[in-house]
């Protein structure tokens, strides 16, 4: 920088430490699993590229399939875990300043997603339940496109009395000082 340019101006930045669980989210959440998959793969289940759709019956077994078939990613998604992951990426410590409910199956994906929310520092507190399994939601990737399904599945079936209601999660909500629940 050459002499008499004008510098940037730092901004000042006196703010607290923010503490655990000081943003709540709640929502859907969805185990996202994401792979490169072939033109078959998207006719057989009746996948357009670039777009996105709920599952239906025909889409009950494409996310076995592509588990099975295809080298697959994990992430914890669905809309408000997603940005409740990203303002918990932004803020990077302290670790689960973040804090996400919401509903799972009591099944292997269910246990893939909390690992993912835990890598991501969130401190996800889901309501496992039998009656249906982990909501997923497949991104079916070709080339420059993707074509994401949806399988909400146990994302909505939260029930409040058995989970938010308890003396120990009603305390979580209480301590937030940030909110974020999505409504459709």
Known sequence: M???????????????????NVL?????????????????????????????ILAEDKHKELFEELV????V???????TQNSVKVAQWM????????????????????????????????DAHYYEQNEEPTGTCAACITSDNRSLVANLAAANCYKKEKHLDLDKNWK?????????????
Not at 31 to 51: E, Q, R, S, T
Not at 172 to 184: D, G, P, R, S, T
């Open 73 to 79: 990613e994990y992430h914890a998604g669905g809309s």
């Open 91 to 122: 803020i990077q410590s302290p670790y689960k300043a973040a804090t996400f409910f919401g509903c799972i199956g009591k099944d292997k994906f269910g246990e893939i997603l909390k690992k993912k929310a835990e890598e991501a520092h969130v």
């Open 172 to 184: 979580m909500v209480e301590k937030a000082k940030v909110y974020y629940i999505a409504q459709y």
């Open 24 to 52: 709540f989210g709640m929502g859907n959440p969805l185990l996202d699993i994401c792979a490169v998959v072939d033109k078959d793969f998207l006719d057989k289940y009746g996948l357009k590229p670039n777009d996105q």
């Open 2 to 20: 050459a002499a008499g340019e004008p510098r940037a101006k730092k901004p000042k930045r006196e703010h607290e430490r923010l503490s655990e």
């Open 68 to 71: 099975k078939k295809f080298k």
